[in-house]
């Protein structure tokens, strides 16, 4: 008789996958993916076969020789990447690498939010949130206090006043946790005002701050704030960064930098034998001579994406949608008219191949069950065409807006 696993399997478990993957969506509008035609695959594939003939044996052994924190040359070039993108000054001792960035942010949380903590953590989060920290954050057994985001990043003053509330009740949060250049979801750059007045409160309630930097290179015009790690003076950052949103996610290559005090716990936990190394070595040999340029045009590429995009949006939509054009980055942040239910929406487009993030996936509280999060890196601009028109009809379907789309009448 077959054995029945869900009888050993314990139900505070996540809910397990219903069925096996089937394919993207048509219209795939989730998920964070990239642009598909600016993956440098050709001088990828040079990369890989001259890294491998020359250091090809050096995988014989785990870490191939450069120990646990990840592939040397690859932690060097983020030295000199680090320096001129964000201002950062740091050492390849400083850099941990990971398998992508979330790994990095699970080893993070795995050392400032131990699950077996005799007090109750509590985090300071942006309210407009990346789906995949919140998620992780529920799964923890720690409080979340939400500040919100406006068009200078997260709102400082509103943080002066919650530390100020939490110290008053004896809390000191664990970290603040932000998204600073190019905030997921509303594309946001933080000013650099805020980010001395975020650093200042840190330093004055000795808090860590945890940036997550994932899309900071995705900036149309081409610069960006210097990163809270370069403009703190206390190596209280953590600053944890990826090459999903520049080359390629299915790398799985990210890192944190950090002061070695944190690096040297994080090592201590990342106990995986080392994260995959031929990644590492190619990206090291290919981004040493190209990175930049390869920026440049992936960056051209993207926003030519995001026009096709808000194009379609304001054909179909007109004035029942709202959004903020994001200086950079991979996805939309729009607002539909009250009354309509985006969980709902999301749920219902799916079921006709468009993907859409609801807004409640990527909010903490707030009236985020107004937005949805629409990513254009992937598809192409037939297809975010396409995938918007429709969009647009079945939300007129469900909830009788938009009424005109395309100059028409519905
Ligand atoms: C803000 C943010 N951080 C981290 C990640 C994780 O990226 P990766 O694990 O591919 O490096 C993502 C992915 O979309 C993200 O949006």
């Known amino acids: 008789m077959k054995f029945d696993f ?39 594939a040079d990369a890989c076969h001259r890294i491998l003939m020359r250091e090809g044996a050096t995988l014989a052994t785990y870490s191939v020789e450069s120990g646990p924190q990840g592939y040397l040359p690859l932690r060097e070039y983020l030295v000199k990447k680090l320096d001129k993108y964000a201002a950062m000054q740091c050492n390849p ?7 992508g960035s979330l790994q990095a942010i699970d080893l993070i949380n795995s050392a400032l939010l131990p699950a077996n903590s005799s007090t109750r953590p509590t985090v300071i989060v942006e309210e407009s949130n990346y789906g995949g920290v919140l998620t992780r954050l529920r799964s923890l057994n720690i409080d979340r206090v939400a500040i919100s985001v406006d068009n200078d990043g997260m709102q400082t003053d509103q943080l002066a006043t919650k530390l100020a509330d939490l110290k ?33 409160l840190a330093v004055e309630y000795d808090v860590p701050i945890f940036e997550d930097e994932c899309y900071a290179d995705l900036v149309w015009a081409g610069t960006r ?5 370069a403009m703190d003076s206390t190596a209280r950052v953590i600053h944890v960064g990826s090459f999903s949103k520049t080359i390629a996610p299915a790398l799985r290559v990210g890192y944190v930098v950090a002061d070695w005090s944190l690096i040297g716990q994080l090592l201590s936990l990342k106990n995986d034998a080392g994260s995959g190394a031929l990644e590492q070595m190619l990206l090291a ?21 995001l026009a096709t995009l808000t194009t379609a949006i304001d054909r179909e939509f007109g004035t029942s949608a709202e959004y903020i054009r994001p200086p950079g980055g991979i996805f939309l942040w729009v607002k539909l008219p009250d009354g309509v239910d985006t969980t709902v929406l999301a749920e219902r487009a799916g079921k006709e191949g468009v993907a859409v993030n609801p807004g409640v996936e990527w909010s903490l509280e ?15 601009p037939g297809i975010i065409d396409e995938g918007i028109t429709l969009l647009a ?4 379907r469900e909830f009788g807006v938009p009424e005109v789309g395309g100059n028409l009448l519905r």
């Open 6 to 44: 869900s009888q050993v399997l314990d139900a505070t478990l996540p809910a397990p996958q219903a069925q096996p993957w089937n394919g993207f969506p048509t219209y795939n509008f989730v998920g964070g993916h990239n642009d598909a035609g600016s993956l440098p695959v050709d001088k990828i």
């Open 93 to 99: 001792d400083n850099i941990l690498l990971t398998s």
């Open 168 to 200: 008053a009740k004896g809390v000191k949060p664990a970290y603040i946790y932000t998204i600073p250049t190019v905030h997921n979801p509303t594309g946001t750059i933080m000013s650099v005002q805020r980010r001395q007045h975020l650093i200042d």
């Open 225 to 229: 704030p210097p990163a809270l790690y």
């Open 285 to 305: 040999e290919y981004c040493t001579g190209h990175f930049d340029t390869h920026l440049a045009a992936l960056n051209v590429n993207l926003q030519q994406k």
């Open 366 to 380: 707030g009236d985020s069950n107004r937005y949805i999060r629409i990513c254009f890196a992937n598809p192409e």
């Open 393 to 396: 009809q079945i939300c007129f």
